[in-house]
């Protein structure tokens, strides 16, 4: 156990119409002085989050809040001290929001947030804003034959706005890169993200956006496979993948099984409990994965999930 000091922090974040985020700028004399961050501050003792939210953004922002939504919870260790950052999302509020406290303030494009300009911590609370809340896992497909309706699928699960695919199909190397290839194109042309099950080097060859690593992958890695600029994502079972994903420095994560599955007719399933008591402990974004539907979304997000994963249900 460290002996750093250790704050609780309630973090908002406020989307104007666009969609673009309030950031305002830390005073130069303070703890990561001259960065942008989410207004808010730490919780005092005998204050909920959400009343420590209330208090601070009406002192830093001449807000009062209304309703809101946990986005993620972040552990985090400074060389000077340990923060726990409860993020919510502040879905409504009254007043206009201005620096009460004369710090510069601007409403930024999530395109535009950079993760160099803010605290180290903050890098999971940038990437939940760029995740979408559905991540379509695709079903295995077989000889070139099924093709055509494997891809005439993915076409209408792309038309029906799913913005990040993973490929998971067994197929021998070459099939599995061609397939690929139609299915990048495909979800190119859809502003959608394809990230490739297991095989780092198969996304880099074809230009996909990531890979998404398998359990037994993350203990087999002494580092991230892609650059920081594409997905690295992992499947999580239990606190040690959990860990050990993070120690990779993964970018987001689904953990399983949620609910029991067909796929996984053995797997213990963790339930809503165990997958929310599992998300606030993970230091990135986590999708819920098992038995899910897109129905599930509020009961996810509800517990600080990024938002759900499946295969069947999403189409
Ligand atoms: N408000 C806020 N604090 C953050 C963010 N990211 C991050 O690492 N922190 C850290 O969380 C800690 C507490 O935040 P704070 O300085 O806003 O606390 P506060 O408003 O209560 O200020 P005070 O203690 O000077 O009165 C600081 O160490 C800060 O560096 C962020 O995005 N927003
Ligand atoms: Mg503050």
Redesign the pocket.
Request: hydrophobic share 45%; proline share 5%.
């Given at each position: 156990m460290s002996s750093l000091p250790h704050?609780l922090?309630?973090?908002?974040v406020l989307q104007d119409k666009t969609g673009a985020v309030l950031?305002?700028q830390?005073?130069l004399k303070?703890?990561?002085g001259g960065?942008?961050?989410?207004?808010?501050?730490?919780?005092?003792p005998g204050e909920s989050v959400l009343d420590g939210l209330a208090r601070?953004l009406n002192?830093?922002l001449g807000i009062t809040i209304g309703q809101t939504q946990p986005l993620i919870r972040?552990p985090?260790e400074?060389p000077e001290?340990r923060?726990t950052?409860a993020?919510i999302r502040v879905q409504e509020w009254q007043g206009q929001a201005h620096g009460r406290e004369n710090q510069p303030l601007r409403w930024c494009p999530i395109s535009e947030l950079d993760v160099q300009a803010?605290?180290?911590?903050?890098s999971p609370?940038i990437t939940a804003l760029k995740l979408p809340p559905f991540y379509v896992i695709t079903p295995d497909c077989g000889s070139r034959a099924e093709w055509p309706a494997w891809l005439e699928r993915l076409e209408r699960v792309l038309a029906n706005g799913a913005k990040l695919i993973q490929l998971r199909v067994s197929l021998p190397p070459s099939e599995q890169a061609a397939l690929a290839r139609l299915a990048l194109e495909c979800c190119h042309r859809a502003n959608a993200e394809l990230l490739i099950n297991r095989n780092a080097e198969l996304a880099e060859q074809i230009g996909a956006d990531g890979v998404h690593l398998s359990a037994a992958q993350l203990n087999t890695l002494s580092q991230r496979p892609l650059p920081d600029a594409a997905w690295v994502a992992a499947s999580c079972h239990n606190t040690d993948e959990l860990a050990a994903a993070a120690k990779l420095g993964v970018d987001f994560g689904v953990l399983s099984p949620v609910r029991p599955t067909s796929s996984h007719p053995h797997a213990q399933p963790i339930g809503w409990a165990g997958f929310g008591r599992l998300a606030a402990k993970a230091p990135f974004p986590l999708y819920a994965l098992g038995g899910m539907s897109p129905n599930d979304l509020a009961s996810a997000r509800q517990l600080g999930g990024q938002g759900v994963a499946g295969i069947s249900g999403f189409g």
């Open positions: 704050w922090v309630a973090v908002g950031i305002t830390r005073d303070r703890h990561q960065r942008w961050e989410f207004p808010g501050g730490k919780v005092e601070e002192e830093e972040i985090f400074y001290c923060v950052l993020v803010f605290p180290a911590a903050n609370i």
